[in-house]
């Protein structure tokens, strides 16, 4: 520091100017400071006196500083420091929030929309700290104090206070850092206090508005989806799942709406704003000890419909309009039930004395399970008795299950972090159907969870794709990386994992196990291994069930490895082997060498055997050697328990084909689908050859469960390859062959469609599956099955109340609209326009106009597509692609898009080629066919979309090439086997 200055100076004219125009330069910032901190402290005054006469739990008030300083200061510049781990520390624990939310809204306001509000976080100090790191994104923070240490005692009232010497933000970690002028103490309880605002978009996370329509009146709502790490942007917090604390809430918002939250309301009062507008105030009861990212929020003017049970009052939220015409009544009627179910199950009360669901229009996450208060898509939890969509409500009652099975495993339990999602979720997707079957007998259990759950998993667990279930803590870090944790595989394989787990333990065992993990980890947070613990400990207290390993190393197989084995059975021998399954198997497969635990269920000759396990690469299992017999057999993983495939040695497959076509009943329907599934899958892969798995589909016409049809016509026929397929000599003797098996069940189920098709409504996989039967009977050139699609197709057109029932409405306008002229088109074109055409029947529509077999009928509709008076050009990709998927429409397609390039081009860039690209794939063949679509892609793509376009038409040459030779395989077992 320089000498002071003496006691008189003297300044000449051109610093006296500049001094000047510096005084007055403070003095206007003085005026513009004074009015912040006008409108600051007004702002809280008016927050603080919305409280008034305050109620016996709102929270104390701010204290040390006033409202404006310190203000939040970015922290690019500084030295590192904890607010670089993408973790909290643990100096501090939460204990109670208090937090007050004022969304600014009133009907027909236009936006921007804001929110503010008030935190008032109670912690206990767990070491010495002088800073505190809270999660906040995306808010204005604002009046930051301390107060404490609290006193002893429940109460938590006076304390002193502690100066907050700077508050700034750490935006990459969403941090904000308060630094304190001294340390909090260890064994200390503190108040930390914030003021916020926010803004109130529409990106249906966070606290989010949303517009919709009810009984032809424009509205707006405010609910929040805070799943994973978006708590932090509605208020300050420490938004970690292991986190949990209580809350407080209060909400301000219209008069003219309502309030809800995860806990009942218990006062309501009023206040006015400063500009004197009337506001109401809701205050909710104390919830119980649970995480931020289930802190819920909505604000609206909806109905409800109500039931109690036992003691938990039910309300079904939604727009008014959903309400009087009773779409809330189904999923009223088994919420309760499925309560009292999972209650009974887990033997563990639901802790809540009220629980709204609530039926949002517009909602991203499709549901959500906040503790008291779970959020919804509209048409995940509305039931239109009139909704002609194949098994709409059944899917309900599995969101609704899921949902409610979350209130045990997530919200009263839940992971410690985010690394072990699966215990959330993978459990919740298990239960759901455990309750939907509950709810309603026409779901058999075993078929639908592998339909839904383990079928399609098994599929996308690939050794490129696929991940393990759980991981290390900080593998797992960031928003993006949590965000990606949502997928097939914390759901269904998770589901799948806890599938097999409940088989090899047994039912009883499991429960009692769940049972003992839910009540010693009730309102905290545990870890996979935690689940172990408690599940080794009934496992060790009996004698029934004896394990080859510990839970843990047999359940860390599974869990903390990627992928799932393929065991390879050679019955002579009676060796089991195991290896992991891989997408194409090759010699140079040695990217992983995971070795499970299996356990495998099996069956001989029709009898259920014991238990065994494979628990290393490969071992012997001298009761699985089998004689010569064509009358001795073994299948394994009885009713798909486990999660594997299963690979047998060629004369034990031919050996089972020769058992199915004698009595495919000798072997349950679950087990006919997975042999199927894994023979096709394994073949596909190059682990069998694929002429093995023709030899299964012998039997077929004795076969009368659609549920097995679906899985063998999807592997010998998929979607996409139908017109394909039509191209090859394959055509006719696959005409022949499958139609002779296919006879005895399209029959049946013609018969059904033509004099009484409501027979299927408690049917749930006959009206899944139905659509692919009755398309391929057609595409088979079938006439019954063409005549069947003109008839309905007819009276449709006679009278548009003879309604074409919707599981077959597809294929039924497609053969319908084929087989007739422009009048049955131009039918299509005008129930595509009719004003009470829904969505999904105005897609219906678009793809039947395009299975016309007028070339010059699909001329038009081409041009249709780029008139937007006629045809909304959103739809324009759709229509061209329809087009182009289909045998006389593929090249006209690609004519048009050639022809209006310039104008596709202009208004779609390149989305509409790329699309396209991915149709014409299927179609190339030939080097000339690749140079002439490559010469067109030259003249047109940009330079790094040529050179992308090059490898792609090249991998579909080879693609198509190797299809060919599997086609020409199949064309000549089909030769041989016609007339088997």
Known sequence: MGPKAASGFYLGRKPAALLALLLAALLLALAVLGALYGRCLQEVEALRAAAAPRSPTAGPKAEGGGCCPPSPSPGSTRPPGAWDDSRLPR????????????????????????????????????????????????????????????????????GGSIEVAELWLQERQEYAVLALRRSLRAGGRYVLQLSFRGPLSEDLDGLFLTRYTDQGQSSMLIASQLEPTYARTVYPCFDEPAMKATFNIIIVHHPSYVALSNMPAIDTSEMKDENGSLWTVTTFNTTLKMSTYLTAFVVCDFDYITRTERGNEIRIWGRKEAIKNGYAEYALNITGPLFSFLEDLFNVSYPLSKTDLIALPDFGAGAMENWGLMTFQESSLMYIPSDQSGGKKSMICLIVSHELGHQWFGNLVTMNWWNDLWLNEGFASYFEYIGASYMEPRLPLNKIFYYHMLQPVLREDKEIAARSLSAREEKIKGTFSLIGLFDIFTYSKGASIIWMLSSFLTERLFIKALNSYLKAFSFSSVNQDDLWTRIQMVVDAQNEVQLPASVKNIMDSWTCQNGFPVLTLNLSTGIISQEQFYNKRTENNTTYNNTWIVPISWIRNGSAQPLVWLDKSSKMFPEMQISDSEHDWILLNMNMTGYYRVNYDPLHLKRLAQLLEKDPKAIPVVNRLHLMDDAFTLAQAGYIEIESVFELTKYL????????????????????????LNNYELYPFLKKYLLKRMLPIYHYYASIIRQNFDALADDYFDQIYLEKLINTACWLGLQDCLNLSSELYTKWMENPDNEIPFTIKRTICCYGVAMGSDKEWD????????????????????????????????????????????????????????????EIGQRIAWEFVTENWLLLNERYRNGILQKLLRIMENFVNTDLQIQELQLFYNTTLDEDLRLATTETLQFAKFANKERRKLIARFTDWLRKNIDD
């Not at 100096?91 to 929309?113: C, K, N, T």
């Not at 049809?709 to 390859?721: A, E, H, K, M, R």
């Not at 299509?828 to 029947?841: Q, T």
């Open 827 to 886: 039918f299509a074109w005008k129930m595509y326009n009719h004003n009470n055409s829904k969505e999904i029947d105005k897609d219906i529509m678009l793809f039947a106009m395009s299975c016309t077999r007028e070339s010059w009928l699909l001329y038009r509709y081409l041009q249709y597509s780029l008139n937007n008076s006629l045809l909304s050009s959103n739809n324009t990709v759709i229509v061209i692609s329809n087009v182009a998927a289909t």
């Open 91 to 158: 100096a501090l624990r939460p204990l109670h929030y208090e937090l007050r939310l004022w969304p600014r809204v009133s009907p027909g306001q236009p936006g921007p929309f804001v929110f503010s509000g008030q935190v008032n976080i109670t912690v206990r100090c767990a070491q010495d700290t002088a800073t505190v790191l809270l999660h906040s994104a995306q808010l204005e923070l604002w009046g930051a104090a301390v107060r404490g240490p609290l006193p002893a005692g429940p109460a938590g009232g006076g």
């Open 701 to 724: 016409a004795k076969e009368d469960e659609m549920f097995v049809w679906y899985t063998v016509l999807s592997n010998l026929i998929p979607d996409n390859l139908e017109n394909i």
